[in-house]
């Protein structure tokens, strides 16, 4: 038996990199594939609201089981910028290209890279609402590596590895990633609420 929860984003890397993480307990559905084309509002302040803010938004447009997740790049050097920025960091898309030079030159001449992607996720199942975090600390390098991933991938290097999550398998950058750390923590609390079968698997998170 699976589970049929609408994952309210419609980015194909983080489709792909959360049914990996899930695995086959969870029958992911887009907004798309339930008749929301249009772009889903996301004009919060935090993270935490932006991620609520999607997924009551496609909740109300489908009536279905739903979480979202938001993710920010908090550089130590910037002040915590992009942040919840970091969609629109260089320009008003979602340009990652232009958001990578961005963000190199204003790292320019500093010697502090530290970094971290923070991604929260939330969750509504029946009445319920609930926010799951996940963290990973590393730093940004001076020029971009790899060609996996996307956004940020290509200068961020996570603590304990020499390469960035650009140069990773979708599989190593999930092991440790801020997005596989929070959707873990999302998976495992529905498997403790018996929300979906116990039988499958799913690894804890500390
Ligand atoms: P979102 O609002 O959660 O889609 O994330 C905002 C921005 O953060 C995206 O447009 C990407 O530039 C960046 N981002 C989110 N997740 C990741 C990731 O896993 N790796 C690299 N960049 C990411």
Wanted: with cysteine.
């Amino acid at each position: 038996m699976t589970m049929k929860i609408v994952f309210a984003t419609n980015n194909a890397h983080k489709l792909s990199e959360v049914q990996a993480v899930l695995g086959p307990s969870f029958e992911l559905v887009t907004p798309r594939m339930c008749g929301v084309a249009e772009d889903i509002p996301e004009d919060q302040p935090t993270l935490e609201g932006n991620a609520l803010q999607k997924a009551r938004y496609v909740r109300s447009r489908t009536g279905l089981d739903c979480f979202a997740d938001d993710t920010g790049l908090e550089v130590e050097a910037l002040g915590g910028a992009p942040g919840v920025h970091s969609a629109r960091y260089a320009t008003d898309g979602h340009d990652f290209a232009a958001n990578n030079r961005f963000l190199l030159a204003n790292l320019a001449g500093k010697t502090n890279r530290r970094a971290r992607f923070r991604t929260v996720v939330a969750l509504l199942v029946g009445d319920e609402e609930h926010l799951f975090e996940g963290v990973v600390e590393g730093r940004i390098l001076d020029h971009e590596c790899g060609t996996e991933g996307f956004g940020y991938d290509p200068l961020f290097v996570p603590d304990g590895y020499d390469r960035t999550f650009a140069e990773m398998s979708a599989e190593e950058k999930n092991a440790v990633s801020h997005r596989g750390r929070a959707v873990r923590k999302l998976a495992s609390y529905l498997h403790q609420r018996e929300i979906v079968p116990k039988s499958e698997s799913v690894e804890t998170e500390k």
